[in-house]
């Protein structure tokens, strides 16, 4: 019986680090678009270089985001292959 429960305490503990690590790498591509945006406000872009700056803002957020996601994953895999 022991077992099932640290099976599905397993289970949980993989489910909070997935949303833990999707919460947090939205959390952080969007202040890294909100700081580009605010960027764009203060230097007073327009035009093309407004959407150059915002597209190239965007990608930013995106990479950081997806690194932020892989990152706390392979950290969470790694810590249970240890058996903490």
Known sequence: MDMGRESRWKKDAMTVEI????VTAAVLAGV????????VQALALSGSAEKGVLVGGAL???VAGVWRLVRVLLRFDEQRRMGH
Request: no cysteine; hydrophobic share 80%.
């Open 32 to 39: 890294i678009f909100a700081v580009v945006r605010v960027l």
């Open 19 to 22: 949303v833990f690590s999707l």
């Open 60 to 62: 930013l957020g995106a």
